[in-house]
């Protein structure tokens, strides 16, 4: 029999037996940079949400209107909403309990249209344009903060005859409404 020899074992020590310092550092830099990301898309969502729902609530307030000179047609017939501005005119009479002539439902409707406005839009107002017989614009504008300084819409547009001057940071809503 041949004598065994023996050789002897060397073993190695790994190199490595867990994440240094650095690796971690490294780790949660990337880590935090992805969540800032995300974090960043969700507030760019949440703002974009923001100004559909602005733009939804405008577009209801313009139907609105529109609503309400159908439910009048002798207030349209008699040339009450033809030039209705963005100001609240004070009303005497609240046509909700009373009976009131076509001249006074239409001056409650501007009351009642443009207050609204105000309460559901920053720096919502509204105002109603005849631009041909029986044909109006119906404008709804307010403030939005995602413009910043930018100007609105143009000049000598539909858009200006139903909101008014274009204005810095404003967004404008119109539609046209056959009565």
Request: glycine share 8%; charged share 15%; with cysteine.
């Amino acid at each position: 029999m041949k004598p065994l020899i023996s050789h002897p074992v060397t073993r190695f020590a790994s190199s490595q037996s867990g994440f240094s310092m650095l690796e971690v550092l490294v780790t949660l830099v990337v880590l935090s940079t992805g969540l800032l990301g995300v974090a960043n898309l969700q507030v760019e969502a949440l703002r974009g949400n923001q100004g559909a729902y602005l733009s939804t609530t405008a577009a209801q307030q313009a139907l609105d209107m529109a609503e309400r000179m159908n439910a009048n047609p002798a207030g349209v017939a008699a040339n009450r909403y033809d030039s209705l501005g963005d100001s609240i005119p004070v009303v005497k009479v609240n046509c909700q309990s009373a009976d009131c002539s076509p001249t006074q439902l239409a001056l409650f409707d501007h009351n009642r249209w443009n207050a609204s406005n105000q309460s559901l839009l920053p720096g919502g107002n509204g105002q109603v344009s005849e631009i041909s017989d029986g044909i109006f614009l119906i404008g709804v504008r307010w403030h939005d903060r995602q413009l910043a300084n930018a100007n609105g819409w143009q000049t000598d547009t539909e858009a200006a005859t139903a909101c008014g001057e274009p204005q810095a940071g404003t967004r404008c809503f119109f539609l046209r409404h056959q009565a």
